[in-house]
């Protein structure tokens, strides 16, 4: 009996010592207005996280910004987040790494014509996810698309190292 508790005691011990790996995930926002136009503007914005395999990491890079609804008499105050919210889970492989990211980015929208003062706020969202068997230490394109709102083109890139075995 006690050969048996000792067993799997060192069992125990040996899938303890067993450390997960760690990526460095660095992920990038690319986005391009007027993308069709010589004088297009292009707007970076990184993001990297350490996560274990099977681990999520999260960045939250937003500000809540307030704004009211309702009767003027008996006004409601709301927030919205403006920024972006960057998730991913990678996934060691024997062939490099599976990662599952979502990615949201969201803005304030310039007035409309006709509103006064800029009220009420018109807020802008996008939402992304991608899952997707990736090489290790090679940047990927992740996904790409046009936002109808913003006529924005917007590129999602991804590079994943292996900081630990």
């Known amino acids: 009996m006690r050969l048996l508790a000792l067993l799997v005691l060192a069992a125990a011990f040996s899938f303890a010592d067993d450390k997960l790996p760690v990526f460095r ?5 690319v986005e391009t207005a007027d993308a069709q136009t010589s004088s297009a503007q292009t707007t970076r914005r990184g993001y990297d996280m350490l996560s274990e395999s099977n681990s999520r990491a999260k960045i939250n890079a937003s ?5 009211f609804s309702g009767p003027p008499e008996q006004p409601q105050v709301h927030t919205f987040a403006i920024g972006s919210i960057v998730e991913c889970t990678p996934r060691d492989l024997d062939r490099g790494v599976h990662v599952n990211c ?3 980015s969201s803005y304030l929208a310039p007035p409309r014509a006709g509103q006064a003062n800029g009220l009420p706020p018109q807020f802008h969202s996008r939402q992304m996810q991608a899952s997707a068997q990736i090489p290790l230490a090679e940047r990927v394109l992740l996904t790409a698309f046009d936002d109808p709102a913003s006529q924005h083109h917007i590129d999602v890139y991804i590079t994943v190292r292996k900081v630990s075995p």
């Not at 995930?25 to 926002?29: D, G, K, R, T």
């Not at 500000?63 to 704004?67: E, G, H, I, N, W």
């Open 25 to 29: 995930l660095s992920v990038e926002l």
């Open 102 to 104: 979502s990615i949201e």
């Open 63 to 67: 500000v809540r910004v307030p704004y």
